[in-house]
Each structure stands twice: as C-alpha cells, then as structure tokens.
C-alpha cells in the first residue's frame, strides 16, 4: 500500500523553463512533508520541506506547495537548469515518528 | 568534515548466505537509520539505532538484524538471503531522533 505516490515516473523539461513534480499522499496523519535529490550513485539529498501548518514554502529557485484538503504537494523549480537533472523523491513523515515514508520518484531531465 | 560513508560499495552474494554491511554516521551524529532501495522504488525504512538501541522498525523480518556502535558506527546483518534481498541498503544519519537525514552513497547487494 503505497501511503505516498509519485504518478509520474519521469519528466522532461528545457532548460529555464519551469519543472513541476507531483506527489500524492494517503496519510492523514502525517504532518512534515520533505523533498529528496538524488544522483546516480550518490545517496539522496535533503531539499527543501513543509510543515502542514504552512501552504508554501520557499528556498531559491525551489518552492513547495501544500493542499492538504486534497493530499497533494508539489515541487516547483524555476527556472530549471541541466544540473537540476536527477531522481526527485517525495516523503512525508508524522509527528514524532521522524521517518518518512518515500514515494517512488520522479527522473527529472533538463534539456540544455 | 566526513558525511556518512558506507562499506562495501558493491556485494555479491550467494541465496541463504549472510551479509553485514558497515556505515560510519557523519560527524556529530548519533542515530542511524537504515533503508532498503529496491529498483524502481524509494528507500523504504528499516530501522533506526540510538544510543545502541534498535528505536523504531519498519516492516521487515527478523532476518534483518542490526547494531550501533559506542561510536554511533553501525552493521546491518542479513540472513538467510532470499533473492529478493538485492537492493541498494542506504544508510542516514542525524542528531538526536529528529532532524534532518544525512544519507550515505549506499551498498549495491545482489543476491544469486
């Protein structure tokens, strides 16, 4: 049983236009959602987050957004950039827990 | 300063043998958590080490054991290795029992 769900398992994009990455979660109880960066034969990467008391989250080119009434968040990156290219996982945790739990991911290809 | 380091890189091992994998957590760290990555999935969470203690535990048999180390290092211990044990096994590290997960590159293991 999938609690969080990455639908699109890739996504290409050119370079300096804007990349949207999805996620869904099933959840209720969870509360911190987190955004992963992995390359090829690196270990994942902390991004950015969101606590659920917040809508929106900010840091650079990279911004979430939460809805909670619908279980949806979203990555946004603008504008995109060829380094930018990787899997992108989204997890979510509940209060006190600490672990997330991932979603599948989502291979980001920006085109120069 | 030294992030999280795995060992091995890569492991080949025969069905029904046994495998202890190593990762040293970043420095200041002292909890340690381990994941599982099959292919085309995320990490999925297998459990956690503080103050030499298993904390919290995901939904995997007792045939994944681990330990922590008085230096925070930890071993993941696998037996009786089914085929469907081949994954990358992620190690993360953080401060306390939250915060911010620091990954490892992880260890590559194929079970024949």
């Known amino acids: 049983d999938q609690q969080v769900k990455q639908n699109s398992p890739s996504l290409s994009v050119q370079e300096g236009r804007i990349s949207i990455l999805n996620c869904d979660y099933t959840?209720?109880?969870?509360?911190?959602f987190l955004w992963y960066k992995k390359y090829p034969a690196e270990g994942p990467t902390f991004l950015i987050s969101?606590?659920?008391?917040?809508d929106k989250n900010e840091d650079g080119r990279f911004t979430v957004f939460l809805n909670k009434s619908a279980k949806h968040l979203s990555l946004h990156i603008v504008p995109s950039q060829p380094g930018d290219s990787a899997v992108y996982f989204c997890?979510?945790?509940?209060?006190?827990?600490?672990?997330?739990?991932f979603g599948r991911g989502t291979s980001l290809i920006v085109h120069p | 300063d030294a992030g999280v380091t795995q060992s091995p890189t890569h492991l080949i091992k025969t069905r029904g043998q046994q495998v202890t994998l190593r990762c040293s957590p970043k420095?200041?760290?002292?909890?340690v958590s381990w994941y599982q990555q099959a292919l085309g999935q995320g990490p999925q969470f297998i459990f956690q080490?503080?103050?030499?203690?298993?904390?919290q535990r995901g939904n995997f048999p007792d045939r994944f054991s681990g330990h922590q180390f008085p230096n925070y290092s930890s071993e993941l211990n696998v037996n009786a290795l089914l085929l469907g044990d081949s994954a990358l096994y992620l190690c993360?590290?953080?401060?306390?029992?939250?915060?911010?997960?620091?990954f490892g590159p992880g260890t590559r293991l194929t079970v024949t």
């Open positions: 997890a979510a945790s509940r209060g006190g827990s600490y672990i997330p739990t």
């Open positions: 959840n209720s109880m969870f509360d911190y």
């Open positions: 969101i606590s659920s008391i917040k």
């Open positions: 420095s200041g760290h002292d909890t």
């Open positions: 080490y503080y103050e030499e203690e298993e904390r």
């Open positions: 993360a590290s953080n401060l306390g029992q939250g915060g911010e997960q620091y």
